[in-house]
Structure formats: C-alpha cells, structure tokens
C-alpha cells in the first residue's frame, strides 16, 4: 500500500497538522515505508542514507503512540528513547521532534556528553516522554540510577553503524537491556556491515526490513569527483577550486581533529571566512560553528567525520574531501551532507599518492569509478588523469575554470585549477602555485604558509570567522 500523503497513515492529528505547516505533503520512500510497520507494532530494520526523511519516519509512529497513552509517567521513566551517534545529530533529532509535537503535550529531553549533568538530571527526574542521547552519556546516568528504562515501550538507535564505529556498542547493549521487554526497537543504518547486522538480530524482533537504496550507493544526484594531487599541493588546489562562487556551502572534510584544524587555519590565511566542527572543539563552539555555517555568516565548514554525522544543513553546494576517510562507508555519509531533499550536489575528493588503496574501497563499496583529474607527482602513484590524459598541470597560461558545480562536464582530463580566464581584478592567482606572485614561486611546489600568512594579513584582519 503507498501513501500519497501523511493523513492516511493513522498519526495523531496534531503531527499531521504539524506536517502540513513544516510543507511536508508528500512521505519520502522511506517514511512510505517505514511508518505502516511501525504503526503496526513491528520491529524495524532500516537502511537509509541520511537526507532520506529518516528521523521523520520513525519519530512520527511513535510520536503518535505515545500522544495516545494516559496517566502521568512516573518519575525518573522515558517512554521512547532515542540513541544517535553526535551530540549534533541528537540536537537535530530533538529540534525536528518539537517541530512536529508542535503545541501537543509530549516532553523531550536531550541527554548529552559535554553539556551540563545537572540540569539533564533534573529534567529527567520529572520523567520525559522522549529523550534523545548520545550512548555514552545516557549509560552513566542509567548506572547512576537517575533514570530508568523498564517503562520504555520505544528505543530507537539512530546511525548505528556509526555508534558501532564509535565504540558505542557496549553501552547500547546495556541500554536496550535496561528498556521494558516487549518494546518497540528501530534501528536505522547508511550501511550494514556485519558487526551492525549482528547487532540488529539481537536487538530486533523479527523487524521489518526496509532499505531506499541498496547498501553502499550514494545519492543519485550526487555527482562525485576526485582530483589526484600531491598531498603539499591540496592547500592550493583547494584554493583554487574555492575560486569559483558555486561554491557557495562547502564542507571540507578531513580525517583527523589535527588536520581540521590545520586545514581551516590554512584557508582562514587564505583569506576565506571558515568556521571547524571537530571533537575537540567544546560543544558551545561546536554549535556556534555550525550556527554560522548555516546562517550562512562562513561560507566554509571544515570538519571532521564524527563531528559532522548527521549535520542537515539545507543547501550544501559542494562536499570537498580533503582527504579521504579511513572507513569508505564514511565516504557515503559525507557526500550525504549535499545533494539532500532532491537538490543537486558535488563531492569533489583531493587524493594523493598514499590514499589510492582508500579510493579504490570507496569505489568498490558504492560499485562506481569516479572520474579523475589532475595527477600524482613522479613516483607518488601510479594513476593519472584518466583514459590516457595524464594531465600534468602546466603553469600560467590556458588554464580553465575549476571543477565547480556549474561545470558539470566531468571529463576527465579537465584542469584541477587554476587563473580563471576571467579573473576581474586581472590579479594574477595569489595562491596558485604556478603564478609567480604566491606561495610558489621559484618554482617550490610546496605552498609557504608564511608567505600566505603575510599576503593575506590585511585581508584577514576582520574576516576570521573566530569559530576555526
Ligand atoms: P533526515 O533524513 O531525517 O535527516 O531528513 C532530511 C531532511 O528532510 C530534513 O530537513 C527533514 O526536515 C526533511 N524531510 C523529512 N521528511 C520530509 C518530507 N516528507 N517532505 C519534505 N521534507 C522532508
């Protein structure tokens, strides 16, 4: 049976009403879905890439649940509780949860890591019909006894294969024990390796199966790139792309909190307006980062993979790997982050010579080759440009526009960067290794972040966006 609206599905009234206000007026596939089996008392096992409508698809079956139930929940009990990976994640789950309660009388609260203990406490010692958490934080207030799970009718782990990644494991299983026998248990994934399908078959109760798109595919609208480049050259090439203004929402990934870090330093010398999101960062500044980027005060998000799960930012132009992830399911949830509720995206990925064996993962799990441009210095590599086209940069001259999401021609041997022919101020590139004006002249490859720094001293002054 197929729903082509929300009415038809049983939820309370107050949640179709909220639906209607937030211009939700037609299920995605997975909410099609998901909702009928929830709605009829079963388990769920669902594969889902993010943007997919996931967190509507399984709050709103239980929303309606618990807006049915009466009497006043005792003291210290949670009626659903939902687990996700990231702080960002369970503040996004939360924030979309009171947006379809609307004025409907359900309490949520958000347990989290990092956040003050006390006043979680507090919320929970009145009992709360929702708390949405991270593992960590809910197991130690559930050792500490200052709640309890035996009434909880309704668990949900959200991105689980990321809170397997993140060693959360252990506290789940603790968690799920602690809830009431005969629940309700939901568990969505972007990806099903064993150790999560293992998970789902001791968590789960005959759950009903539902996948969007077949594990490890990436968004159809999507389109993804890689640029083979030196790893001293990905400053400049990413500099170069930036050039161009449709880029206008990036997120740049990079593999670790230190590279983040080093990466958003680097483009806030260059003169980019830049906010970071890594673990490291406490979580006001993690917020206050992502506030920026979305408000669209920075243009650029630097960020590493735990601290962007589950981030849903509207409008996300391009996704840039800067380097590539260690796991390549990784890969699928960053580029993810763009290409959401039907727009169109880009996913470019800088790759140098010691991440060919994680190219070659990323395209075995999503069952593609990505077109590639630019090149490996001598030695470094042995790929090139493409089908014959090793497309060794050549300085200065004839050098065409960056790849950029209005140029979508994907050949292969399209240059990685560099002057644009159209450059307004007729400035020579700055930052272009071959300009004989930047970090590189001399002919040095390797961009002098000193040079830079003194270059863009005035430009900066003002600019930075004080979140990276
Ligand atoms: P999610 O996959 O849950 O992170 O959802 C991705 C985005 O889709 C969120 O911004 C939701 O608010 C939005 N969304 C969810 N369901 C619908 C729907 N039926 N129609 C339009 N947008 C939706």
């Known amino acids: 049976m197929t729903h082509s609206n929300f009415a038809g599905f049983g939820l309370a009234d107050t949640l179709v009403r909220s639906l209607a206000d937030a211009g939700f007026t037609k299920p995605t596939p997975i909410q099609e879905k998901a909702i009928p089996a929830q709605m009829a008392g079963r388990d769920l096992l669902g ?83 929702v708390v949405v958490a991270t593992p960590g934080r809910l197991a130690d207030l559930l050792d500490e006894r200052k709640l309890r799970l035996d009434l909880t009718q309704h668990l949900v782990l959200d991105e689980a294969d990321r809170m397997l990644d993140m060693g959360f494991i252990a506290p789940i299983r603790k968690i799920a024990s602690a809830c009431a026998q005969d629940r309700q248990t939901v568990m969505f994934s972007a990806t099903m390796p064993p150790e999560i399908a293992k998970l789902a078959a001791s968590l789960l109760n005959d759950p009903v199966r539902v996948e969007v798109a077949p594990q490890g595919t990436t968004v159809d609208a999507i389109e993804q790139k890689i640029i083979l480049s030196g790893s001293k050259l990905k400053r400049s090439v990413l500099n170069g792309l930036l050039e161009d203004e449709g880029l206008s929402r990036v997120i740049v990934f990079a593999r670790t909190k230190h590279g983040a870090d080093k990466v958003a330093k680097g483009l806030d010398l260059d003169g980019h307006k830049v906010a970071a999101i890594h673990g490291n960062k406490s979580q006001n500044a993690r917020q206050s980062a992502l506030r920026s980027f979305r408000d669209g005060h920075v243009r650029l998000l630097v960020a590493t993979d735990i601290a962007a799960r589950g981030i849903d930012v509207p409008d996300i132009s391009h996704v840039i790997n800067y380097d590539l992830p260690d796991e390549a399911e990784n890969y699928v949830h960053r580029i993810g982050r763009t290409g959401r509720n039907g727009a169109t995206g880009l996913a470019i990925s800088l790759v140098d010579g010691s991440e060919l064996k994680k190219l070659r993962d990323v395209e075995k799990l999503i069952r593609k080759t990505l077109p590639r441009s630019g090149s490996l210095p001598e030695g470094a590599g042995t790929e090139t440009a493409g089908a014959g086209a090793p497309s060794r940069r050549r300085p200065g001259n004839g050098q065409k526009r960056p790849v950029s999401g209005r140029r979508r021609d994907a050949s292969a041997d399209a240059p990685v960067f560099g002057e644009k022919a159209d450059r307004p101020s007729g400035q020579p590139n700055r930052h272009h290794p071959a300009s004989g004006k930047g970090p590189n002249r001399n002919g040095a490859r390797k961009p002098r972040w000193s040079t830079a720094r003194k270059q863009n001293a005035a430009g900066r002054r003002g600019k930075r966006s004080g979140a990276a």
């Not at 996931?54 to 659903?80: C, D, H, N, Q, Y």
């Not at 359900?106 to 709360?128: T, Y």
């Open 47 to 129: 594969i889902a890439q993010t943007g997919s409508g996931k967190t509507a698809a399984f709050s709103l079956p239980i929303l309606t649940a618990l807006m049915k139930r009466e009497g006043k929940r005792a003291s210290r009990s949670v009626g659903a509780l939902i687990l996700a990976p990231t702080r960002e994640l369970a503040v996004q789950i939360n924030d979309m949860i009171r947006t379809y309660v609307g004025r409907g009388h359900l309490s949520s609260v958000l347990v989290l890591g990092g956040m003050s203990r006390q006043s979680q406490i507090n919320k929970l010692a009145r009992g709360a019909d």
